[in-house]
């Protein structure tokens, strides 16, 4: 601050010369050391200029008393201010935060360091619950048992839990993390299926589909632990299926596909009622046919016995059977979550609870004094050998492939036309093996419109018409959407075959693709039927019926269509005739109509010459033996040959009035007035079965042989053409 007195205004001094006689300098030219606090101010006007230095003199003055009366940092003033927030999130410089620890170091069983410490519990609890994997549980559990869990079970119960909810297929890890703890501190497994118990609960009372689906992947995985009792497996099957909706009846078919090897094992009996109301739920008709095709789906894996779900996964068997603790909590039971350990509380006892967690620590993970100090001995060795390099860390979460899918579906819908979102998706950086997220990002978007849009059929012919690579995918990709399509929608199921049927009409993919469709009553759904309908509708827009017949008869391809056109049963050639010719497509059918008209003559010359080479190799001796029985029987059997009639071809053995008659295979004709001789049937060999019935005038005598079941279709088949003949 400058002082007034010091301001020196220089008027007119006095010029006196030197007692030496010398001439001193004019005043406006002495050189004078201009003290710290001056200031000098031009202005014209002298008043004025005297004012003005005398308010900034002021001023100067008042920010020097300012500064010294500033505060110095005081660390118990920041740690209030830091307790007394809710969050404890607020964000602190590093310089400040270590004077604070400096500072809360001093007394141990301040609020302010216990402060401290449960932020610190917090970020490492949630670090290791996110970085755990199959890979490196082992190694992880015990770096999560040296934290203070007692402490801070509110928060591993919430990290986990929500750590769960985010990356689904993790489940199975999470669990067995749950249930090593578990072994140990009891407590811990407890409150996290008590808490996963009361969401389960909250979330289908307010319909919340996806918290109550990840709640019960997570409740599933720790019955298959065996941290919770199966009772309430049980009885969360129950709640959903007493009123099935659309969703309910999915999450519990979800449900029972993570549990339902658990319940055959340990309640087989309560297993079979659960499939009893699945049974009762599909034949009522009353839930979406995606939901069918869904129980559908449970019943064969429960046929293939879980072997895609089985109750521990590899690696996962962690825990010993007689070490596992068992909490019978039910459904029902009033639950204590808890909810008030999340936060922060100040406790009196800290100091003592720390060193109790300490000596559970060290009985879980052994006393490590004793390695600790070999390791002082050899730290100046190994001071001296150089570091490992610690090799990348992978991410197994899917957030990569995550982000992957958001940029790519970003970039297709901000482009204006399939060009330009071509040029920007080849841009991105997707690594080798990832090209199929690409592709299907491309299918899902074209799924999610309210109609097809060629938009999206032109980003996938030209991806495939760049590289070989694009077009295997996009190949991939027709297969595994062949194999889920029930799941979808109809208006998503039309615009995914529409996509494909646009890529097909281009030649964008290989026509070898239809070798996934199997066209025949078992092997296909109606969303399977529907899905081939549209697609090879679209086909026949863009390219014509003339043109999609003639590559359908390229014998280059054919061993493709053989599953589509199959000629190897007769009932699967009629059902693919009768689809195809429903759907507009009937051009295609001719060569299994005309295999059909023939098969009949095929099969029976086949079956003849088979018996034919048998009978030859029979033994010489035996037929003369036999020679005169032979002889007096053929007298008998010509005049009974010549009364029957056969349909078909082929060597059949039937007895009439005591005679063995040779006559066709299939359908035979007897006179009327012959009915009384042919009554009377008998079984000439074993596996032959004969049965007939009566029309008005004749006896249709059928010949089925469960020795030969390749000829039961050709034999019901001549059946029926028998019958519609009459």
Not at 213 to 221: C, K, L, P, Q, R
Not at 444 to 453: D, F, L, T
Not at 515 to 533: A, C, G, L, W, Y
Request: net charge negative; proline share 4%; charged share 25%.
């Amino acid at each position: 601050m400058i002082n007034p007195a010091y301001v020196v205004l220089n008027r007119a001094s006095s010029r006196s010369r030197s007692p030496s006689g010398g001439q001193s300098p004019p005043a406006h030219r002495r050189r004078r050391s201009p003290s710290p606090n001056a200031v000098s101010i031009t202005d014209a006007d002298p008043v004025r200029k005297k004012e003005r230095e005398r308010q900034l003199a002021i001023r100067l003055a008042e920010q020097e008393a300012e500064e010294k009366e500033k505060p110095k940092f005081d660390a118990q003033a920041e740690f209030a201010k830091l307790v007394g927030s809710r969050s404890g999130g607020v964000y602190m410089p590093p310089a400040k935060l270590r004077a604070l620890q400096a500072a809360a170091a001093q007394d141990k069983s301040s609020a302010e360091y216990q402060r401290l410490t449960w932020d610190a519990l917090k970020k490492s609890i949630t670090g290791i619950v996110n970085r755990v994997n199959i890979g490196n549980i082992k190694d992880v559990i015990p770096e999560l048992f040296a934290e203070n869990l007692v402490r801070g079970r509110g928060l591993f119960a919430r990290s986990i839990m929500k750590a769960q909810a985010s990356s689904l297929p993790f489940t199975p890890v999470f669990a067995a993390m749950v249930a090593i703890i578990n072994t140990k501190l009891p407590q811990v497994g407890e409150l996290v299926l008590t808490r996963l118990i009361s969401q389960f609960r909250r979330s289908f009372k307010r319909n919340d589909k996806v918290v109550c689906h990840a709640t019960s992947t997570f409740i599933a995985h720790l019955v298959n632990q065996g941290v919770a009792h199966e009772i309430v497996a049980l009885q969360m099957l129950v709640l959903l299926l007493e009123r099935p909706t659309d969703d309910s009846v999915e999450i519990a078919v979800g449900f029972m596909r993570e549990v339902g090897a658990f319940l055959a094992e340990n309640s087989p009996k309560a297993n079979n009622g659960v499939y009893e109301r699945f049974r009762a739920v599909l034949h009522e008709g009353s839930i979406d046919k995606r939901v069918q095709y869904m129980i559908e789906v449970l019943f064969q894996v429960w046929k293939d016995k879980y072997k895609d779900n089985p109750i521990l996964p590899e690696g996962l068997d962690l825990v010993q059977e007689e070490d596992q603790i068992t909490h019978q909590i039910s459904l029902d039971d009033d639950l204590q979550v808890q909810e008030a350990i999340n936060v922060f509380k100040f406790d009196p006892n800290y100091l003592e609870n720390e060193a109790k967690y300490q000596s559970i620590k060290s009985e879980i993970l052994g006393d490590s004094d004793e390695e600790s100090g070999s390791d002082e001995e050899t730290g100046s060795e190994s001071e001296e050998e150089p570091v490992e390099s610690k090799p990348g860390i992978e991410d197994q979460t899917g957030t990569n492939l995550v982000n992957l899918r958001r940029t790519i579906y970003l970039t297709i819908m901000n482009s204006l036309n399939f060009e330009e979102a071509v040029h920007k998706l080849s841009k991105i950086n997707i690594k080798e093996g990832q090209e199929i997220e690409l592709c299907n990002m491309v299918v899902e978007c074209c799924s999610q419109e309210r109609s097809y849009s060629t938009f999206y059929g032109l980003i996938g012919e030209r991806f495939s018409k760049l590289n070989r690579v694009w077009c295997e995918n996009f190949e991939e990709a027709f297969a595994s959407y062949y194999e889920t399509i029930h799941r979808y929608e109809t208006n998503r199921l039309r615009n995914i075959a529409r996509f494909f049927g646009h890529l097909l009409a281009s030649d964008s993919i290989s026509w070898a693709v239809f070798s996934v469709i199997k066209m025949n009553e078992d092997e296909t759904t109606s969303s399977s039927r529907i899905f081939v309908k549209i697609l090879l509708q679209e086909m026949m827009e863009e390219i014509g019926l003339k043109t999609l017949t003639e590559r359908f008869k390229d014998t280059t391809m054919a061993e493709n269509y053989t599953q589509m056109f199959p000629m190897d049963n007769p009932r699967n050639t009629r059902f693919s005739i009768n689809y195809f010719t429903s759907i507009g497509l009937g051009a295609v059918t001719e060569a299994m109509r005309e295999h059909l008209k023939n098969a009949p003559r095929l099969i029976m010359e086949q079956r003849r010459a088979q018996l034919e080479a048998e009978s030859s190799s029979s033994d010489s001796s035996d037929t003369d033996s036999d020679s005169d029985s032979e002889s007096s029987s053929d007298n008998s059997s010509d005049r009974s040959r010549s009364r029957i009639e056969g349909i078909g071809a082929g060597p059949c053995l039937m007895t009439i009035e005591g005679a063995e008659v040779e006559a066709g295979v299939g359908v035979m004709t007897v006179a009327e007035e012959e009915m009384e001789d042919v009554d009377h049937l008998r079984t000439p060999a074993p596996g032959l079965v004969l049965d007939h019935y009566h029309d008005h005038q004749h006896l249709r005598v059928v010949a089925l042989t469960e020795a030969l079941p390749e000829e039961r279709p050709l034999l019901d088949l001549l059946l029926e053409e028998a019958r519609l003949n009459e």
